[in-house]
């Protein structure tokens, strides 16, 4: 069978790594545009901050690796044209403009995304970068060396680690968010006010409800930040306001969502039989919403991946779906989150519940100990565990994988307030907090 991949970064490596896995003798072709591969760009805060040396330890694959597992891998090539009817490809070698004609058994699409750029006015400045990818991010890395003052217009994951690593390499932070609050995809806002505390007690200056609306530069040659509300001046300004799929090659020939993310089966077949998607590029299935959805994240992209790498040789293994599972450091604070928040259960007419748990996460007697806030989400009819959110000193991260379980397994707020986990001073209470957290669900239900 001949395979043909399109696109090489955490999905398309993984299906390739799959495939040679358990089939070492198919013939598989890697296309892919840019001159590397398996580029973590959730690294990129850690480099920008000084925690990572080297932007180059962020590859966790290559090229070469690939070649030696048996694919042949075409790097700076272009893809053009998908002719999904005839099973061909057209591309062209960015170095020598070759252009090149191919055909396939099957097709793995995993062209991943592209960073959302606003059409606003002066977006084209060369002091607004962008923020996903190896080049960008060595690109923001030589401009903020000369550069004090740094604006991000964008409070997700990435503008807020973003902040974090400049606050701590003495710069001055402007966070604009267009919201009335920071991780929004993630946190209910309660939560994310404990967040925009954190960071501006670290000197970070939050703007929530402020929308960009152009760029310009004053007589001083700063950049102005135009906005809804007023103007602010930066020396540099860095764009995280999200992705949008790459999939106009196969615009028109297979199922997308309105947003132009490919529409995947539970075996992560597309449309079209002989044509799977993985990554960034496709919908996922968000398990606690009961619906399809666009989340482009590394663990999504990774699963997916290999998954179509098992799938195009047969219906083998389904895709769970997500959960949507994620956390990050925050200025010595974990954040962690599953699931769906109270507002985003709420927006999708679910008769939706919250409880919040404050308390230490272990003994008060111990010579330490940290305080932990849990907020669970849960639907009141069914009793289901639909998402939580997590805060502490304390790395609590491990327990939103936890919580992820209990949605994927469809676990009710019953089952959590009295599931077996340990008791050891050391970790926790006789009750773990995610059994107390359960139980106040439970106690409030009762009322």
């Known amino acids: 069978m001949k395979v043909v991949v399109v696109g090489c970064t955490h999905a398309g490596t993984a299906a390739v ?8 003798d198919t013939d598989i072709t890697v296309y892919e545009r840019d001159d590397n591969i398996s580029f973590l760009s959730c690294g990129i805060a850690l480099y920008l901050g000084g925690k990572v040396k080297h932007l180059e330890d962020m590859f966790y694959s290559s090229p070469k690796d690939l070649e030696k597992l048996g694919a042949k891998v075409k790097m700076r090539h272009d893809v053009l044209k998908i002719d999904s ?9 960015m170095d020598t403009h070759e252009i090149i004609n191919d055909n396939y058994d099957k097709l793995i699409m995993t062209t991943g995304s592209t960073v959302v750029v606003p059409p606003i006015m002066g977006i084209s400045d060369s002091r607004i970068l962008m923020c996903k990818n190896y080049a960008q991010a060595e690109a923001i890395y030589k401009t903020a060396k000369n550069h004090k003052r740094i604006t991000i217009v964008g409070g997700g994951y990435i503008g807020v680690e973003l902040s974090e690593s400049y606050a701590n390499t003495d710069h001055e932070v402007t966070l604009i968010q267009s919201h009335n609050q920071i991780l929004n995809h993630y946190i209910d806002k309660k939560m994310s006010d404990k967040v925009v505390d954190l960071l501006e007690k670290h000197d970070v200056k939050v703007l929530l409800n402020e929308r960009v609306t152009g760029f310009d530069r004053d007589d001083e040659n700063n950049v ?31 199922d997308m969502d309105r ?14 039989p002989d044509i799977y998607a993985a990554g960034d590029a496709c919908t996922v299935y968000f398990n606690p919403a009961h619906k399809h959805a666009y989340m482009p994240l ?53 008769n939706a519940d919250v409880v919040e748990y404050h308390d230490y996460y272990r003994p008060a007697y111990m010579p330490t100990t ?31 994988n936890t919580l992820s379980v209990c949605i994927q397994n469809k676990n009710t707020i019953d089952d959590l307030a009295f599931m077996d986990m340990l008791f050891q001073p050391n970790y926790d209470n006789p009750f773990n907090y995610l059994n107390l957290v359960a139980q106040m669900a439970v106690a409030k239900e009762r009322k």
């Open 17 to 24: 790594e799959q495939i040679l896995q358990e089939h070492p």
């Open 85 to 93: 009817k005839n099973k061909t490809i057209m591309c062209e070698n």
């Open 224 to 254: 102005v930040i135009e906005t809804n509300k007023t103007d602010h001046t930066a020396d540099l300004v860095i764009v995280c306001t999200g992705f949008v799929a790459n999939t106009d090659l196969l615009r028109g020939q297979v």
């Open 259 to 272: 947003r132009g993310a490919i529409i995947i089966n539970e075996y992560t077949q597309t449309s079209n």
């Open 298 to 350: 590394a663990t999504n992209a990774i699963r997916q991946g290999a998954l179509a790498g098992i799938n195009i040789f047969g219906n083998i293994q389904k895709y769970m779906g997500t959960q949507a599972t994620s956390a990050m450091e925050l200025f010595g604070y974990t954040i962690a989150s599953t699931g769906l928040t109270l507002g985003h259960a709420l927006e999708d007419k679910m």
């Open 370 to 400: 940290e305080m932990l806030t849990i907020r669970l989400v849960y639907d009141k009819d069914s009793r289901l565990i639909l998402g939580g959110q997590l805060f502490s000193k304390h790395e609590v991260a491990q327990s939103a």
